[in-house]
C-alpha cells in the first residue's frame, strides 16, 4: 500500500491505516486513511497476464478516463474525485480516488430504510449524466463500438459470445441463435440518435448515500464506472431495477422521477430495446462466472437465476415480431 501511495502522492502519501472493501468482481479495492487524516480508495486492476474479458480490457484506465468526463461535464453528479491513475510494470494498473461517505443503497434496503427519496435522487443523476453526448456508440479504447447503436450494440454481444466460447460457458441456446433474435429485433436501436453516457453498472451496491437532517438517505455518490460506456439512455434502466422490468414498474421512484428530468415514452419500442438490454446485462453476469471463479457448486443459486432470466429474455424475444415500420428518434 505504501508503494502505490508513494508513486500517486509522492511523500505526502503516508499510510496510517487501510483494509478491503468488498462487493466487486473484477478489481482489488481498499479504503485507506492518511496520515493527514484524508481517506481515499485504491483500486488495483488485474496483472496483465490474467485473461479478462473483451470490454473489461483496460477498464482502470476506462474508470479514469470516466471520472474526468463527469468531473467535467456533469458536475452534479456526485463521484469519487480522482488523485491519480497509474501504470508501472511492477504495480499495473490502479487508481487513486477521494473516499466518499455514505452506506450502499444495498446496505439501506436491506435494512429497510425509506430508500424512495434516494432512488429519486439516483434517477436524477442519471438523466443528468445522460446529457452528456460522445462522438461513438459503445465502448472507447479499442473495444466494441461503432458510428450507430445499431452497429455497435451486437458489437457488444459478438464479444460476449466470443468471451463465452474462449472460456467454454453453456447458454441456453446456441450462440448463433442469439445473433439471429439480436439482428431480428436491431431495427429498434434505430430510434437511438444520440450516443448518451452511461454508467451501466448502477446497481444498489454503487450507489451511496448519507443521511440527510431528516434521517432520510440521501445521494452522496455513483460509484465505479469503468463498465461505463456510450448508447441508449435506457440502457441505465436495467442495473438500477436488477433482475426486474422498468417498463412494468413506471411508478417505480427512480423510473419516475428519470421521466420527469428526461421524458421517454414507455411504448412497444421502448420495452423492445429494454428486453435487449436485459439480454446483455444477464448474458454478461453469466459469461463472466468463469473468470470470478463462479460455477454451479460454489453459487447454484446465482447459476439457475441467470439461466432462467437470459432464457426468458431470449424467449421473449423469439415468439415476439420485429418491427417492420420507420422509427422516429427516442422511440417515437
Not at 499510510?15 to 482489488?28: E, H, K, M, S, Y
Not at 511492477?90 to 439501506?108: C, I, K, Q, S, Y
Not at 447503436?149 to 451486437?154: E, I, L, N, S, V
Request: aromatic share 8%.
Amino acid at each position: 500500500m505504501r508503494r502505490y501511495l508513494a508513486a500517486s502522492l509522492g511523500p505526502s502519501g503516508a499510510v496510517a491505516d487501510c483494509g478491503p472493501l468488498t462487493g466487486g468482481g473484477f478489481a482489488a479495492v481498499w479504503w485507506v486513511r492518511l496520515d493527514d487524516g484524508r481517506e481515499v480508495v485504491l483500486k488495483v486492476g488485474p496483472p496483465p497476464q490474467v485473461p479478462v474479458l473483451r470490454y473489461e480490457r483496460d477498464m482502470i484506465g476506462a474508470e479514469a478516463r470516466y471520472l474526468r468526463l463527469v468531473a467535467a461535464r456533469a458536475p452534479g453528479v456526485p463521484v469519487p474525485a480522482l488523485l491519480h491513475h497509474g501504470r508501472h510494470p511492477e504495480l499495473g494498473d490502479w487508481l487513486l480516488t477521494a473516499r466518499l461517505p455514505g452506506r450502499t443503497l444495498w446496505e439501506l434496503t436491506r435494512a429497510g430504510a425509506d430508500v424512495g427519496p434516494l432512488r429519486a435522487e439516483f434517477g436524477r443523476a442519471l438523466a443528468a449524466l445522460h446529457a452528456v453526448t460522445g462522438d461513438r456508440y459503445g465502448y472507447d479504447g479499442g473495444r466494441a463500438a461503432a458510428p450507430t447503436w445499431r452497429g455497435a450494440y451486437p458489437a457488444m454481444v459478438d464479444d460476449l459470445l466470443a468471451d463465452a466460447a474462449d472460456w467454454a460457458v453453456p447458454l441456453p441456446v446456441p450462440a448463433a441463435r442469439i445473433r439471429e433474435l439480436v439482428a431480428r429485433h436491431a431495427a429498434v436501436l434505430d430510434a437511438v440518435r444520440r450516443p448518451a453516457l452511461l454508467h451501466f453498472d448502477g446497481w444498489a451496491g454503487n450507489v451511496l448515500a448519507v443521511d440527510g437532517r431528516d434521517g432520510v438517505p440521501r445521494l452522496s455518490g455513483l460509484v465505479d464506472g469503468e463498465r461505463h460506456l456510450w448508447g441508449d439512455p435506457l440502457v441505465d434502466l436495467v442495473s438500477p431495477l436488477l433482475f426486474r422490468r422498468a417498463e412494468d414498474e413506471p411508478d417505480d421512484p427512480l423510473v419516475r422521477a428519470y421521466r420527469a428530468a428526461s421524458p421517454f415514452p414507455l411504448d412497444a419500442v421502448a420495452r423492445r430495446r429494454l428486453g435487449l438490454y436485459r439480454l446483455y446485462l444477464y448474458l454478461l453476469m453469466t459469461v463472466e462466472m468463469p473468470s470470478r471463479g463462479i460455477t454451479a457448486a460454489s453459487d447454484p443459486g446465482r447459476v439457475d437465476r441467470l439461466a432462467g432470466l437470459l432464457d426468458a429474455e431470449l424467449t421473449d424475444l423469439a415468439r415476439t415480431p420485429p418491427f417492420r415500420r420507420p422509427l422516429l428518434p427516442d422511440g417515437g
